[in-house]
């Protein structure tokens, strides 16, 4: 696991991963789930993260997520702070069917 | 090859039904996460990454043409045309959907195949050479011992629950290709000074965070006390293995904190508690299972036929291919042939669906319709006429599968990193690829001779870099990834654990400390030395030297 752990301060999104489908979402500004990290919604204000974890919450009791966990931010990029979400944003860096759907 | 019996079908058929019905549930809300992880890990899927990810058993390693055909089905349908073989012999699906899982599992189970024991503190699935039943080299075929302690293991009741997974490998030869000496039992089939066939039995090795060469165990075990004794050694592990730690449950740690001897004695006491008639399987049943291992038809032959030789005088590409590629067989006239799954441009073990049908047609033509995987995550075609080489070498060639460095620096074995498994601390595939491309010139490969590189994308060491004569682990520190190197390991009979080098890399001062170490060996080497021997004999410092110059 990464070095860097999850502080818990300064701006957070929230993620998980859809039960359907497997695919790693976050929670974008209309608390809905986005597959598109440059739509989830990064914030510092407390009481928006307490909605989005509510949400959180009841999206996993109501099946649609697994594994819900909020990730830090950094400020000045908007990127996550841990490598590991770093690439979850990104997908792989390398897969095979990307090669066969260029071919 | 072996086919299901009765028991066996019915088994798979029962476990698919209750998954199908289990997902329904998961999906329905009428079962949580916490119920449903154990209930999908038990078949093999897992939660990746970026996805769901599937595990299919390959007992053995060993795979007929239809059941091929079906994971290329698999790979296309339902996931993203392609699959991994990993370096336990099976294959992984890195894209399913949950909804989709039971039919993927429907489709394995038409074909003799399933998904159970891939995951969880059980028994997993037996390892074995991939030469098996076509090597002059055996004692005797290893796959019905193999498919003995698969039956044996599946779902057995009381070794479902063990301190933690428990991995055996299985061969007949005493040139090691399944790596007998890093699995929690590792068993070789010999035969003692009277002539008879039994079993010698390692214990307590493993990779991982704490890489443990296996210690033997029984010298020689007679034929009907296998399972007696296979059950000795789990119950011993079950009641003494520790459940407090995981990182200290595997039963490597138990070996090595019990001491060899003691933990021999408690194994031979449990083992005298035993009735072995009670668990061994008679002769009969023995006989019944080894008659779906008997050797195919072989034609009376003789060795390198003109059609072959001709070939190699005029085709420099394929002499090259099967000098490298190929191994002898034992039958005269056949031969043993390796597919590299290592090009250039595929993360290593990576098959496309086409590729997986390609070869599924070639295994049919060329090879009885039976095929191989490797732990190095390569395939074999266990028996390929020597007259048909050259033309079974324009089919691979048409397939993209010709790659001629099978044992070469660019045959790298490599898991899926930081790209695909939740569990990375950093990417393993880019280096794998980096390195290719460093080293791409064949005849330089060539040069090089016999080296083995295995990159691991965490500690869990799945890359099985421990082993590696060059082993690449792949670490994170603030959010920066780094490659810790290690040399001087060795997979083989001669097992052996790499020594760390000293402090990481970045993945540009990897591969040019991989090459200055190349180079070094290329001026260094005396005759006949492969890379691994060189560094035996002059030591590590000089390598060091180069490496971190
Ligand atoms: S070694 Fe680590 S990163 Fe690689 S497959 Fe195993 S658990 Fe995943």
């Known amino acids: ?103 | 090859m072996y086919r299901y019996d009765e028991f066996d079908a019915q088994l798979v058929a029962e476990r698919t039904r209750q998954f199908r019905g289990q997902v329904e549930r998961r999906l329905a809300g009428r079962l949580s996460e916490a119920e449903f992880r154990p209930l999908r890990l038990m078949n093999g899927l897992y939660l990746q990454l970026h996805a769901y990810m599937l595990r299919v058993a390959v007992p053995y390693g060993t795979l007929n043409s239809e059941q091929f055909r079906m994971l290329a089905h698999l790979a296309e349908k339902y996931d993203r045309g392609y699959g991994h073989i990993t370096t336990r012999q099976n294959m992984q699906f890195n894209w399913p959907k949950l909804p989709d899982v039971p039919d993927m599992l429907d489709n394995l189970a038409s074909v003799q195949m399933h998904a159970i024991q891939t995951s969880g503190n059980c028994i997993r699935n037996v390892t074995c050479d991939p030469y098996a039943g076509a090597t002059a080299e055996e004692v005797e075929d290893p796959r019905p011992m193999a498919e003995l302690i698969r039956q044996w293991s599946t779902l057995h009741p009381e070794f479902s629950f063990l301190p933690r997974k428990f991995k055996i490998a299985v061969t007949a030869a005493e040139k090691d290709r399944a790596l007998i000496k890093a699995h929690d039992i590792g068993i070789q089939i010999i035969l003692n000074e009277d002539g008879d066939v039994g079993y010698k039995i390692y214990v307590g090795g493993g990779l991982g965070r704490t890489p443990i060469i296996g210690q033997v165990l029984r010298e020689f075990l007679s034929k009907g006390e296998l399972l007696a004794y296979l059950t000795a050694a789990l119950r011993v592990y079950n009641r003494y293995g520790r459940r407090d730690n995981k990182y200290k449950a595997r039963i490597k740690i138990l070996v090595q904190e019990t001491g060899i001897e003691s933990f021999r004695e408690q194994v031979e006491a449990e083992y005298a508690t035993i009735d072995v008639s009670d668990i061994s399987v008679s002769d009969a049943e023995r006989d019944r299972i080894s008659s779906y291992f008997a050797p195919p038809e072989f034609e009376a032959l003789a060795n390198e036929p003109k059609a072959l030789t001709d070939a190699l005088d005029a085709n420099r590409a394929f002499s090259l291919w099967a000098k490298n590629n190929v191994a002898a067989h034992k039958a005269p006239g056949y031969a043993i042939v390796n597919i590299s799954l290592k090009p250039k441009d595929l993360a290593p073990g990576d098959i496309t669906a086409t590729q997986m049908r390609a070869v599924s047609d070639m295994a049919d033509k060329f090879s009885f319709g039976e095929l191989r995987s490797t732990h190095q995550q390569n395939l074999v075609l266990p028996h390929v006429k020597q007259a048909d080489l050259p033309v079974l070498f324009e089919e691979l060639e048409a397939a993209g599968l010709a790659a001629d460095n099978i044992n070469l620096i660019t045959d790298i074995i490599c898991c899926p990193g930081m790209d695909f498994c939740a569990l990375a601390t950093a990417r393993s595939i880019p280096i794998s690829q980096a390195i290719a491309e460093r080293f791409a010139d064949p005849e330089r490969q060539r040069t090089i001779g016999e080296m083995q590189i295995k990159i691991s994308g965490c500690i869990n060491a799945c890359g099985h870099h421990h082993v590696g004569h060059i082993g690449i682990l792949g670490l994170e520190k603030a959010g920066v990834e780094f490659y810790q190197v290690k040399l001087g390991g060795d997979a083989s009979e001669h097992a052996e654990i790499g020594k760390v080098t000293g402090p990481g890399f970045s993945q540009e001062e990897l591969i040019d400390g991989i090459e200055n170490m190349v180079d070094l060996y290329l001026k260094q080497r005396e005759a006949g030395e492969r890379f691994l021997d060189t560094y035996r004999r002059i030591g590590i410092a000089p390598f060091k030297e180069v490496l971190y110059a």
């Open chain 1, 1 to 103: 696991m990464s070095t860097l752990k999850h502080k818990g301060k300064g701006p957070q999104s929230m993620t998980a991963n859809e039960l359907r489908d497997g695919f790693s979402v976050w929670l974008d500004e209309n608390l809905d789930w986005t597959r598109d990290f440059s739509k989830a919604l990064r914030t510092e204000d407390q009481d928006l993260i307490d909605r989005m974890h509510l949400r959180a919450e009841t999206d996993e009791k109501s099946n649609l997520v697994v594994g819900i966990y909020f990730i830090d931010i950094e400020p000045d990029t908007g990127l996550p702070a841990r490598y590991r979400e770093k690439f979850r944003v990104n997908g792989p860096s390398y897969d095979t069917a990307d090669l066969l759907e260029t071919n």
